[in-house]
């Protein structure tokens, strides 16, 4: 079996300019996020150390917000490419457990306004966008992108975006982490 090839990543990734928040327009759905997400954005904040970004995920299902924060930081700090690894702490409701997954920005446009991010085992890919909404052109762009990075984009599922977006507070929250049991065992 050929090996496939080393991914691309963005060089030079701007942090501060990449800090706030991205809606999820597409994703490989993984384990850890409701099947019936809708809504799902990522909100980025640099730390005072300058070196490690808060991350809080969020996504709605069933009318309840689901959230989970954690830590990004650069996977080799001494390297300008965009492979940051994103460290969890779970259960969201007993946070004990670390989790860490890889975090690689293989595209950013030049505003910032929209990215793919992977990993190095392709078996996540996030479409993201600083609006709800994308335009199909670009949202094309980025499926090509994937493609030529090794990922099977028929395995994309977009993601239910509401405009305007429910706003973190206005719904009730799951605060016993329930999503987070149920997609253990696929649900």
Same mark, same amino acid.
């Given at each position: 079996m050929? @090996?496939a090839?080393?991914?691309?990543v963005v060089?030079?990734?701007d942090?501060? !300019?990449?800090m706030?928040r991205?809606?999820? +327009?597409?994703?490989?759905?993984s384990?850890?996020q409701?099947?019936?997400?809708?809504d #799902?954005?990522?909100?980025y904040t640099l730390?005072?150390?300058?070196?490690? =970004?808060?991350?809080?995920?969020?996504t709605?299902s @069933?009318? !309840?917000?689901?959230?989970?924060?954690g830590?990004?930081?650069?996977?080799?700090?001494?390297?300008?490419e965009? @492979?940051l690894?994103v !460290?969890?702490?779970v259960?969201?409701?007993?946070?004990i457990?670390?989790? =860490?997954g890889?975090?690689?920005v293989?595209f =950013?446009?030049?505003?910032?306004?929209?990215?793919? =991010?992977?990993e190095?085992?392709?078996k996540? %890919?996030? +479409?993201?966008?600083?609006q709800?909404h994308m335009d199909?052109e +670009?949202?094309n762009? %980025?499926l090509?992108?994937?493609?030529?990075?090794?990922?099977?984009?028929? !395995? %994309?599922h977009?993601?239910?975006?509401?405009d305007?977006?429910?706003?973190?507070n206005? #719904?009730?929250e799951?605060k016993?982490g329930?999503?987070?049991?149920?997609?253990l +065992?696929?649900k």
């Amino acid at each position: 079996m050929a @090996k496939a090839k080393e991914m691309s990543v963005v060089k030079g990734l701007d942090i501060p !300019k990449y800090m706030g928040r991205w809606y999820e +327009i597409a994703s490989v759905q993984s384990f850890f996020q409701p099947k019936d997400g809708q809504d #799902t954005r990522a909100t980025y904040t640099l730390n005072s150390d300058g070196a490690t =970004v808060h991350v809080l995920n969020e996504t709605w299902s @069933k009318g !309840k917000r689901d959230s989970i924060e954690g830590t990004a930081y650069k996977a080799d700090a001494n390297s300008d490419e965009a @492979k940051l690894k994103v !460290k969890f702490y779970v259960p969201p409701f007993l946070p004990i457990f670390p989790v =860490v997954g890889n975090y690689w920005v293989l595209f =950013v446009d030049e505003e910032y306004q929209y990215a793919l =991010v992977g990993e190095p085992a392709r078996k996540f %890919l996030w +479409i993201l966008c600083r609006q709800p909404h994308m335009d199909d052109e +670009i949202y094309n762009q %980025l499926l090509e992108r994937a493609k030529e990075e090794g990922y099977d984009v028929a !395995k %994309l599922h977009k993601t239910p975006q509401n405009d305007p977006p429910p706003e973190g507070n206005a #719904t009730p929250e799951d605060k016993k982490g329930i999503w987070w049991i149920k997609s253990l +065992i696929g649900k």
